[in-house]
């Protein structure tokens, strides 16, 4: 499954020897890892990444540790640092033109407010996230996006909307066919 392809990633990231591209494995396995391992284990890893990711001065590279870290402390609860790392990426952001990431973020960023207990907040992001998600056509990521967005209805007294959006969800052929 997705595990193991990102073992095959992190071993295709040694092989590269620093490239932008090895990189990258590297953080989408440090992704993977941060949701499945102990804290410990992860903020273990978190210093050699860190001096690569620096390195390589890649502003994307540096915005897509600072989401990993944004998605590590939320799941701990550390909802202020998460929210400080959210300026952090917005700022590396700043210069990128990359619409996956930019929706990613948003898409955490309403996950921190959610659990922070800003509904408004979280709604503003996640309708910015539905924005840019139409310009990636990525349907996984529109599910996840309009599922929590549902989610906000619901804890907002909004039933018909979030049931709306959850039945649109269920309905798309793209989340028919990711089982």
Known sequence: ?????????????????????????????FRLLAERQPADVVAAMMPD??????RSGDRSVLAYLHMCIVVFEGQRGRLEEAQRHCGIVEAHLASVHNYSLHCAHQL?????????????????????????????????????????????????????????????????????NLG
């Open 1 to 29: 499954g997705a595990e193991k392809e990102y073992w095959r990633g992190a071993e295709l990231a040694r092989q590269s020897g620093g490239s932008i591209a090895g990189l990258w494995a590297e953080l989408y396995r």
């Open 49 to 54: 990444l860190r001096r690569k990711v620096l």
């Open 108 to 176: 955490n960023k309403g996950c921190i407010y959610f659990l922070d207990g800003n509904l408004v907040a979280a709604k503003e992001a996640f309708d910015e996230a539905l924005r840019l998600v139409d310009r990636t056509g990525d349907p996984l990521v529109r599910a996840r996006i309009t599922t929590n967005l549902a989610h906000v209805h619901l804890e907002t007294g909004d039933l018909p909307l979030a049931r709306s959006l959850l039945h649109k969800t269920l309905q798309s052929p793209s989340f028919k």
